[in-house]
Protein backbone atom coordinates (compact mmCIF):
# COMPACT_ATOMS: atom_id res chain seq x y z
CA UNK A 1 0.00 0.00 0.00
CA UNK A 2 0.72 3.45 -0.33
CA UNK A 3 0.29 6.79 1.43
CA UNK A 4 -1.05 10.14 0.53
CA UNK A 5 -1.57 13.39 2.59
CA UNK A 6 -3.29 16.50 1.66
CA UNK A 7 -0.08 18.49 1.20
CA UNK A 8 1.58 15.47 -0.64
CA UNK A 9 2.04 16.64 -4.61
CA UNK A 10 1.43 13.21 -6.09
CA UNK A 11 -1.73 13.00 -4.04
CA UNK A 12 -4.99 13.27 -5.50
CA UNK A 13 -6.28 15.67 -3.01
CA UNK A 14 -3.33 17.94 -3.33
CA UNK A 15 -5.65 20.76 -5.44
CA UNK A 16 -8.40 20.45 -3.52
CA UNK A 17 -11.96 18.96 -3.34
CA UNK A 18 -12.88 17.87 -7.24
CA UNK A 19 -16.30 15.41 -7.67
CA UNK A 20 -13.52 13.15 -8.35
CA UNK A 21 -12.17 13.30 -5.68
CA UNK A 22 -14.70 14.33 -2.98
CA UNK A 23 -15.12 10.39 -1.01
CA UNK A 24 -11.43 11.16 0.00
CA UNK A 25 -12.35 14.20 1.87
CA UNK A 26 -15.33 12.44 3.56
CA UNK A 27 -15.05 10.24 6.56
CA UNK A 28 -12.33 7.36 7.28
CA UNK A 29 -12.78 4.11 5.87
CA UNK A 30 -14.49 4.49 2.55
CA UNK A 31 -13.14 3.32 -0.61
CA UNK A 32 -12.14 5.85 -2.80
CA UNK A 33 -11.97 4.33 -6.50
CA UNK A 34 -10.65 6.12 -9.58
CA UNK A 35 -10.32 5.23 -13.20
CA UNK A 36 -6.50 5.97 -14.54
CA UNK A 37 -4.98 5.59 -18.01
CA UNK A 38 -8.38 5.52 -19.42
CA UNK A 39 -8.58 1.81 -18.66
CA UNK A 40 -7.70 0.88 -15.52
CA UNK A 41 -9.56 1.42 -11.70
CA UNK A 42 -7.29 1.64 -8.49
CA UNK A 43 -8.94 1.55 -5.15
CA UNK A 44 -8.18 3.55 -2.01
CA UNK A 45 -9.08 3.54 1.84
CA UNK A 46 -9.87 6.90 3.10
CA UNK A 47 -7.71 7.35 6.58
CA UNK A 48 -7.31 10.98 7.27
CA UNK A 49 -10.41 13.18 9.43
CA UNK A 50 -13.03 14.54 7.01
CA UNK A 51 -12.20 17.50 5.12
CA UNK A 52 -8.90 16.14 5.20
CA UNK A 53 -8.13 14.18 2.00
CA UNK A 54 -5.77 11.44 3.02
CA UNK A 55 -5.97 7.99 1.45
CA UNK A 56 -4.08 4.80 1.30
CA UNK A 57 -3.47 3.24 -2.11
CA UNK A 58 -4.65 -0.82 -2.11
CA UNK A 59 -1.52 -2.02 -4.39
CA UNK A 60 -1.82 -5.70 -3.90
CA UNK A 61 -2.98 -8.35 -1.45
CA UNK A 62 -2.69 -11.91 -1.23
CA UNK A 63 -5.70 -14.00 -2.28
CA UNK A 64 -7.14 -16.40 0.26
CA UNK A 65 -10.75 -16.52 -0.43
CA UNK A 66 -12.79 -16.29 -3.79
CA UNK A 67 -9.73 -17.55 -5.42
CA UNK A 68 -11.47 -18.76 -8.36
CA UNK A 69 -13.57 -15.47 -9.00
CA UNK A 70 -10.63 -13.76 -9.01
CA UNK A 71 -9.30 -16.09 -11.48
CA UNK A 72 -12.36 -15.90 -14.06
CA UNK A 73 -12.08 -11.87 -13.75
CA UNK A 74 -8.56 -11.66 -14.42
CA UNK A 75 -8.24 -14.44 -16.91
CA UNK A 76 -4.62 -15.32 -15.08
CA UNK A 77 -4.78 -19.02 -12.82
CA UNK A 78 -1.36 -18.26 -10.98
CA UNK A 79 -1.83 -16.98 -7.46
CA UNK A 80 0.85 -14.72 -7.72
CA UNK A 81 -0.53 -12.66 -10.52
CA UNK A 82 -4.34 -12.22 -9.84
CA UNK A 83 -3.90 -9.02 -7.38
CA UNK A 84 -0.30 -7.90 -8.07
CA UNK A 85 -0.53 -4.52 -9.04
CA UNK A 86 -2.97 -1.56 -8.01
CA UNK A 87 -4.99 -2.50 -11.48
CA UNK A 88 -5.13 -6.06 -11.28
CA UNK A 89 -6.19 -6.11 -7.23
CA UNK A 90 -9.53 -4.13 -8.54
CA UNK A 91 -10.14 -6.09 -11.40
CA UNK A 92 -9.82 -9.63 -9.15
CA UNK A 93 -12.47 -8.53 -6.92
CA UNK A 94 -14.52 -6.75 -9.58
CA UNK A 95 -14.11 -3.09 -7.85
CA UNK A 96 -15.11 -0.08 -10.55
CA UNK A 97 -16.17 3.28 -9.72
CA UNK A 98 -19.88 2.16 -8.50
CA UNK A 99 -17.71 1.24 -5.47
CA UNK A 100 -16.56 4.87 -4.66
CA UNK A 101 -17.48 5.89 -1.29
CA UNK A 102 -18.48 2.21 -0.04
CA UNK A 103 -17.97 1.87 3.83
CA UNK A 104 -15.33 -0.33 4.14
CA UNK A 105 -15.90 -0.13 8.60
CA UNK A 106 -19.70 -0.81 8.48
CA UNK A 107 -20.68 -1.78 5.10
CA UNK A 108 -22.31 -4.96 3.87
CA UNK A 109 -21.01 -5.30 0.42
CA UNK A 110 -17.11 -5.09 0.82
CA UNK A 111 -15.33 -4.77 4.63
CA UNK A 112 -12.20 -4.98 6.28
CA UNK A 113 -11.71 -8.05 9.01
CA UNK A 114 -8.99 -7.30 11.75
CA UNK A 115 -6.32 -9.95 11.31
CA UNK A 116 -2.89 -9.93 13.25
CA UNK A 117 -0.11 -7.58 12.97
CA UNK A 118 2.39 -7.81 10.41
CA UNK A 119 6.11 -6.79 10.30
CA UNK A 120 6.09 -4.12 7.58
CA UNK A 121 8.74 -2.00 5.56
CA UNK A 122 8.87 1.12 4.06
CA UNK A 123 10.26 2.90 0.47
CA UNK A 124 10.06 4.91 -2.06
CA UNK A 125 6.22 4.95 -3.48
CA UNK A 126 5.39 3.83 -7.48
CA UNK A 127 4.15 5.30 -10.52
CA UNK A 128 4.59 8.97 -9.35
CA UNK A 129 7.02 11.63 -10.58
CA UNK A 130 6.08 14.16 -7.54
CA UNK A 131 6.70 13.47 -4.15
CA UNK A 132 9.44 10.88 -4.42
CA UNK A 133 11.27 12.24 -0.61
CA UNK A 134 8.27 10.33 1.34
CA UNK A 135 9.02 6.43 1.61
CA UNK A 136 5.37 6.36 2.01
CA UNK A 137 5.32 2.86 0.34
CA UNK A 138 4.56 0.04 2.78
CA UNK A 139 5.04 -4.03 1.94
CA UNK A 140 4.40 -6.87 5.02
CA UNK A 141 8.40 -8.46 5.35
CA UNK A 142 8.72 -11.16 3.31
CA UNK A 143 5.34 -11.07 1.43
CA UNK A 144 6.25 -12.38 -2.06
CA UNK A 145 2.11 -10.63 -2.60
CA UNK A 146 3.40 -7.45 -3.67
CA UNK A 147 3.42 -5.18 -6.41
CA UNK A 148 6.36 -4.26 -8.80
CA UNK A 149 9.16 -1.83 -7.31
CA UNK A 150 10.31 1.02 -8.38
CA UNK A 151 12.56 0.36 -11.42
CA UNK A 152 16.37 1.35 -10.93
CA UNK A 153 17.79 4.58 -12.04
Given at each position: ??????????????????????????????????????????????????DEGSAVLLRA????EGIDGMRDRR?RSSLHELCSG????????????????????????????????????????????????????????????????????
Amino acid sequence: MEAYAPDDPASHAFRGRTERNAVMFGRPGHLYVYFTYGMHFCMNVVTGQRDEGSAVLLRAGEPLEGIDGMRDRRGRSSLHELCSGPAKLCQAFGVDRRMDGWDLVHGSEMWFLEGEPVAAVSGPRVGIRVGLDRPWRFRAVGSSFVSRARAAG
